[in-house]
Every structure is written in C-alpha cells, then in structure tokens.
C-alpha cells in the first residue's frame, strides 16, 4: 500500500520537479510554482498511464490538489 | 549525438523528454556548438513542444531557442510585422492549424452547402493560408513548416459519405492536396504531412477529448515527442547534420549467412522467407542511391568471395557500380570507414554505418562517435524498418545533380582507377574523351547555376553568392549573360560543373562578374575550353574586351593567376583585388587542347 503512495508522489515529484519529502496531499497548484495549468494536464495523464486508469472530463476540472487526485483514484480502486 | 541524452530513442515517452529536460536543459548544460531558433504559431494550444523539441535539438548536438506564439494567435503573429515572432528572427517556423478551426461551418454542418460552395471554399482557404505563408516568407529569412490537416476519419454521411461530390473527408484531402500543389517548387515553404504522421501511429490515439476541451491541447502528450522528432528531419539538414553515405557490411548485413564458410548457393539471399528479406533490405538501400545517397562496403572477407556474390549472385540487387567506396580486405573496419570518407572527400560526420556485428559497431562508436552506427536489430526481418525510420536522410532540397550524385561518385572511383592505370597526366587527359556542352541559363539550370554560386569556394574568381531569383533576374536582362557548363567523359556524366556571369559596362566591353568550376572538374583544362567558347561567342556579338577580376579568399588561391594564363594582362593589383584586362582578337584558341565542345 505505502509503495503505490510512494508512486503516486514519485510521478508528482518527476512532473513538477520538486522533492518527494516536500509532497502532500495538500501540495496544490496554489502553494506549488510549477504545478501551473499546462503541467497539470501533463500531470494527470501521466497518473492514469501509471495506474491505467482514466478520469472523466468532470472529475478533471475539480482538481485543486493532490488530494483530489488521491479520491479519484481510491475511486477506481486504486489503494494508496 | 550528445551522450547524456542516450536515453532518449525514437519511442521514448513524454516524461522521459520532461525529465531530461528538466535535468540537463533547464539546468542550462547547453550544447555550444550552433543555436537555431525555432518558432512555432498554432491555432490550439501547444503543450510539451518546447520540452520535447529542445530535447531532441540537443540529443542531436546542438542547441535551439523556442519561441511559442501566444494561444491561437498565429494570424496576428504573422500579419503584424511589429510582432514578437518577427523580433525574434527565427531559423525555422512551424504552423500547427487544425481542421475544425479552419473550415469552421462547412467543418460543422458541410451538407448545409452545396456540393460547389464546399469546392470554392476549399479554394478560398488554400489562398488565404498560402498568402498568409507567403506574407511571412516575405518578411522573415526562416524556413516555414506547415503541417496539413487531418482529415477526419467520421462523417455524418457515414457510408455514404463519398457518394456526395465534394464531402467532408473529400474537402479537407483536397485542402492538402491544394496546399502541396502550391509550393510543391519553394524551397522556404514546406508543407508537413501531418494526417500521414497521425495514420502511422493512428488516428485515435492523435486525439484526447478530454485534453482537447480543457485545455484545447490537439496534440496529445505521448505524441508530442514524435511530431518533434519528425520536425526534427527539417532542422538538420538546415545546419548540414543531414548524412550522405551508408556504409554497409557484407555477411549477414546484404545476405544471410557467410560467405566465406557457407557455399554460394547457401547463402541466404533469393526468394524464400529468410532471402527475401536481404533481398528488399538492398531494394531500400538502391532506392536510397537513386535519391543520391552514397553507398560503400566495407567488409573483412576475401575480395575474390565478395566479388563472386556481389557480381554473380542473381539475386544481388545492389552491384559493383551502385558503390562509391569498396573496401573489402582484413583491416580494421575503422580504418577502412576513414579510407573511404577520404577517397569520397565526405566527412566521417556524414556517415551512417550499417554492421550486423555488434563488436564491430561498439568498436565504431568508439572510435568514430560521429559516425552514425545504426542499432541493428538481431532479426533481420527487421532490418528495412530500422534503416526506413532514420531522419537523417532528409534534405531540403533534392536537385537533378542530387539524384545522380550517387552515379558520379562511382564513376569517380572507376576514373582514379583509370587514372593509376596510365603513365602520365596528359595521357589520362586525353583517355578521358571529356566533350563539354555550353547552354545560357534557363529555368532548368537555373536552381543548380544558383546552388554552384552558394557552394564553390576554390575554382571561384569573385566569390559572389546569388539565390536562383538573381539568376532569373540576370538571365532575363540584357545588361547580364548567364552560361552554364557540362561535362562529360566516358566514364559518366559529372554534370552541370561551371558557371560563367558576364555584365554589361560598354557596348564593346564586358566584366566576368562570376566564373566558376566545381572542385570535382578542377585540374583537366575544362575551364579553358568553356572560356575559348565564350570569347568566340562574345566576338560574334560585337564584343571585342573582357575585364577579368579575382578577388581573394582563404579557399580560392588555386585561381589567382587563371587570368594570366588565359592571356590576360594585368591592369590593377591591390590586396583586396586584382583586374585583368584581355583584348579578345589576341587569345590564343589553342590553349583548348583534346576537349570537344558540344554545340
């Protein structure tokens, strides 16, 4: 379980470039300078090639922070 | 080929791109050694572009600049000659536009037009894009890529969709067809066969709806990096890192097996399922030669072996005269490779090397990294594929002279061969039976008569540079005569070689503004031939004093006193210049020698 967490922040870490110890469920396109619009969507897509998953359209748009992301994939089964 | 960015092949994923580039480009561990500035406009947004293609730019060895033309504004970018694409001066500009953008309502509701509005609107949008890339060519000195569209693979007509003159798919293929017609001759304007690149790795898989409505992002992210790697095949040859020559192994590289230990007959090449194979993997080779790639062998085995195959196998599909170089003998595949780049006057950089063995190319890397050794797959099924996904055959422009480049280097092997068979120079002069041919200029030479002023630097008296416009423009008036020069000999034609511009000043008196000769016709008195044809044309038309001037450069020492022995007299001498004057009822025709001119 703690491994796919680690994934999970390893994917944010790579994406946006900042180090895993510094990544929380609340690390948020507000409080993180490179996790701006364009990144996001690279983002996103790169956690469902991971997980193979796949997010729909208005799930999407609700993402503020990384916690978002964490239901979402509890959602698809998905156990951090 | 940059070693920190070995990672990076072809199929690499967008993050692999993401993080190297965070890693090495961001971090400014820049490539030093050239920058092109690469623009791009697009009617959507572009995402991962910048990353992407900085990364392949760099994984090539050199480094490049983007500029990303703000969201969906490319038309005012281009129209508006205060904007930041034109202050950023780029080397290369690439237009993205997509379908829906473009034909909007004929893209929506097409059958709400008639079959002849949809026609006329395709015309309508060709001229407008066209003018559009035209307004910018005018302005800017860059290469322009456009990408054509994608033609949509659902129309609400469903089967019968080509039933209906002029539909949804037929207009948006007759869009591209149209756009490629119209600058199928410009070498500024490229059009990128965007709907070819997205069937070669599928059409579903070049679109995101989900991508596309919030962020309006067409190009999807794991297929970013491989637009930009076709983009790529665009830039090198813009800064000459295009490759010229393949040099190819024997066993097991052009037929299965070897041919020292296996039999004639075993080896395996011929119609079967193994033999087809290297059967069409030289197929793709000739095809490569026909559009003047240069091929070469080099192999360790015993020349009489290799010859055997190469000239009586039935099933050989490349022969002895498709090679430029040929090197078969037990030395080093190193050394060989460097004796060949020398015989051919071509750069080892302008090489790719095609081995089988992967000793042999671990060994090549080593020694020769700029070499270009192709990762051979162990299947040789495999092996067109491979050779058919390198972009560094890509050229920008593909001459007559180009396609036959291949030919003449083999005939330039087969004349030093002559040449070490005769006693004495005049001899070999003479055995060549060399006829030359003199035409004024037409719209057929004039792009090579252009190329010859860019590229020759030794046999060149004044060292102008002219686009093929200003050869139109001289050809046309009559204050200027243009000449080209062909050659011939019997062992093959070397082409349009040499290029003589004359300017008006009196009725009487004309300047050589430009005289000419490709280093390859050099040293066999062609010249002398070419310009006892022109002083007895010019005397026919009146002319009876030809002003000759040299000026000199670090390449074009060997034609400092060519003048002098025309029969000129020198009437100024300074460092910058030397003028020479002859008066044209004292040249002495004689100094023509063996050389038969062709009316």
């Known amino acids: 379980m703690i491994k796919l967490n680690k994934g999970l922040k390893k994917i944010v870490s790579e994406v946006l470039q900042i180090p895993v110890p510094q990544i929380s469920s609340e690390t948020s396109q507000d409080n993180t300078e490179s996790w701006t619009s364009v990144v996001n969507l690279l983002l996103i897509s790169e956690i469902e090639e991971r997980f193979n998953v796949e997010f ?21 089964g998905v156990s951090l | 080929m940059n070693r920190k960015f070995e990672r990076i092949q072809r ?63 490319y038309n005012q970018q281009i129209y508006n000659n205060q904007s930041k694409l034109y202050k950023f001066d780029p080397d290369a500009v690439f237009l993205l536009l997509d379908v829906e953008h473009l034909f909007k309502e004929f893209f929506k509701r097409p059958y709400t037009h008639s079959a002849e509005e949809r026609q006329s609107k395709v015309r309508e949008l060709v001229d407008d894009v066209s003018n559009m890339l035209l307004y910018l060519a005018e302005r800017s000195e860059s290469k322009i890529i456009m990408n ?71 190009v999807p992210k794991e297929i970013v990096p491989k637009l930009c790697y076709n983009y790529l095949s665009y830039l090198l040859p813009m800064l000459g890192l295009n490759r010229k020559c393949i040099v190819l192994d024997l066993d097991n590289t052009l037929w299965g097996g070897i041919i020292g230990e296996d039999e004639f007959e075993n080896i395996a090449l011929g119609p079967d399922p193994l033999g087809s194979v290297f059967v069409d993997f030289q197929k793709k080779l000739l095809a490569l030669y026909d559009k003047g790639i ?48 020398d015989d051919l ?90 006829e030359i041919e003199i035409e004024p200029a037409n719209r057929f030479n004039i792009p090579r008569i252009g190329q010859l002023t860019q590229r020759t630097n030794q046999f060149n008296l004044t060292t102008k540079r002219y686009q093929e416009e200003d050869i139109t423009k001289f050809s046309k008036s009559d204050e200027y005569e243009v000449y080209s020069l062909r050659l011939k000999d019997k062992f093959g034609e070397y082409g349009l070689i040499g290029v003589l511009i004359l300017k008006r000043e009196t009725d ?46 670090n390449k074009n020492i060997p034609v400092k006193n060519l003048y002098k022995e025309l029969g000129f007299t020198k009437i100024e001498e300074s460092p910058s210049r030397t003028v020479w004057l002859l008066d044209c009822k004292n040249y002495d025709e004689s100094i023509a020698g063996y050389i038969k001119i062709i009316e």
């Open chain 2, 11 to 73: 199929d690499s994923s967008y993050i692999q791109f993401h993080k190297i580039y965070h890693q090495f480009i961001k971090s400014k561990e820049l490539e030093k050694n050239g920058r092109l500035k690469i623009g791009l406009l697009s009617s959507f947004s572009l995402i991962g572009f910048e990353e992407c293609l900085n990364v392949w730019c760099n994984k090539y060895g050199f480094n490049c600049e983007i500029y990303i033309g703000p969201y969906g504004q």
């Open chain 2, 345 to 434: 006057n071509i750069g080892l950089d302008s090489m790719v090397f095609i081995d089988d063995d992967p000793v042999n190319r671990e060994m090549m890397r080593k020694f020769y990294p700029e070499v270009l050794t192709m990762g051979l797959p162990s299947d040789p099924s495999q092996y067109s594929k491979t050779l058919e996904n390198l972009i560094e055959f890509n050229t920008l422009q593909l001459t007559e002279a180009d396609k036959r480049r291949g030919k003449m280097y083999v005939e330039q092997r087969y004349r030093r061969e002559f040449e070490s068979s005769v006693t004495n120079m005049q001899e070999f002069l003479k055995g060549l039976e060399m």
């Open chain 2, 294 to 341: 240069l091929l070469a062998i080099n192999s360790n085995n015993n020349l009489e072996d290799a010859l055997k195959v190469i000239k009586e196998h039935p099933y050989m599909v490349l022969k002895e005269e498709h090679f430029a170089g040929f090197k078969v003998n037990w030395k080093s595949k190193v050394l060989n490779i460097k004796e060949i780049a």
């Open chain 2, 508 to 553: 009487i008196t004309w300047t050589i503004d430009t005289f000419l000769l490709s280093c390859r016709a050099m040293g066999k008195n062609v010249e002398k031939a070419f310009f006892t044809y022109i002083v007895n044309m010019l005397e026919k038309k009146g002319i009876s004093k030809l002003r000759g001037i040299y000026l000199p450069t």
């Open chain 2, 148 to 218: 054509n569209l994608e033609v949509p693979v659902y129309s609400p007509l469903g089967l019968l969709e080509n039933k209906e003159n002029y539909g949804l798919i037929k207009i948006v293929k007759e869009f591209n067809t149209q756009l490629e017609d119209t600058f199928r001759e410009s070498n500024r304007i490229y059009v990128f066969d965007y709907d070819l690149f997205t069937s070669k790795y599928g059409k579903d898989n070049c679109t995101d709806p989900r991508m596309k409505y919030l962020a309006d992002m067409r």
């Open chain 1, 56 to 76: 729909d359209i208005d799930e999407l748009i609700k993402i503020k922070k990384l916690g978002d992301i964490e239901v979402l994939l509890a959602k698809r």
